[in-house]
């Protein structure tokens, strides 16, 4: 059964409001193993919809009372808005990608890749390409008139590019289904730039 079965029922067994230990709960729900209903009391206390009485004694709150009386129903997933943070990326190609402009006054794609890579990218390139596309759209990049010389006869060059907004350590994060920046080096907890 799904953890949201298991938090309706056990929200159902408290709904008249008294105090119920743990032994009550695994003899009422059969189908659940006693491991299991602590768990799920656990969760419903980071809910704020039970509270321990005691050790090994639920009740409803006054949250979880107006859950039961209006009939709605606990499923399992996140019950809280999306904040929109997202954890500090670690030893990743674009974190040295950042780390190399930073110290860089003017780059190509090729210079950031060979700094960056570590070898076990497929195409650091072409991650790369993406990745300066989105800086640039957000005004962290801008790309130089001059290209750098190209290797073939017929080349047009290689583009030049230096970072204007150098906002800290850490590299930010492109997030593509938003179209925009996750920086962490901004405010307290980071903010998003658009990419447009």
């Keep these: 059964m799904a953890v949201g079965d298991l938090s309706n029922a056990v929200l159902a067994r408290l709904s008249d409001g008294q105090c119920h230990t743990v ?6 729900l059969v189908d659940f193993q006693r491991r299991e209903i602590v768990k799920c009391a656990g969760r419903l206390i980071m809910r ?4 321990r009485v005691e050790i090994g ?5 006054e949250d979880g009372k107006r859950i039961v009386a209006t009939g709605e129903t606990i499923s399992s997933g996140p019950y809280r808005p999306d904040q929109g943070y997202c954890r500090k990326p670690r030893d990743t190609m674009r974190q040295r990608a950042w ?3 930073r110290m860089s006054g003017t780059f190509t794609i090729g210079d950031i890749a060979m700094a960056a890579a570590s070898g076990s990218e497929v195409t650091p390139e072409q991650n790369l390409q993406k990745y300066f596309r989105a800086l640039k759209l957000a005004g962290y990049l801008i790309e ?7 290797t073939a006869l017929t080349s047009n060059g290689f583009k030049r590019f230096r970072l204007m907004r150098d906002t800290g350590p850490t590299a930010p994060v492109f997030r593509a289904n938003k179209g925009c920046l996750f920086d962490h080096n901004l405010g307290d907890r980071g903010e998003e730039v658009s990419c447009h």
Excluded at 23 to 28: I, Q, S
Excluded at 48 to 51: D, N, P, R, T, V
Excluded at 144 to 150: C, E, F, Q, S
């Design 48 to 51: 704020g919809l039970l509270e």
């Design 23 to 28: 032994d009550h709960l695994d003899y009422a």
């Design 99 to 101: 780390t190399a402009m």
């Design 144 to 150: 130089l008139p001059i290209r750098a010389k190209g």
């Design 57 to 61: 004694c639920y009740q409803l709150t």
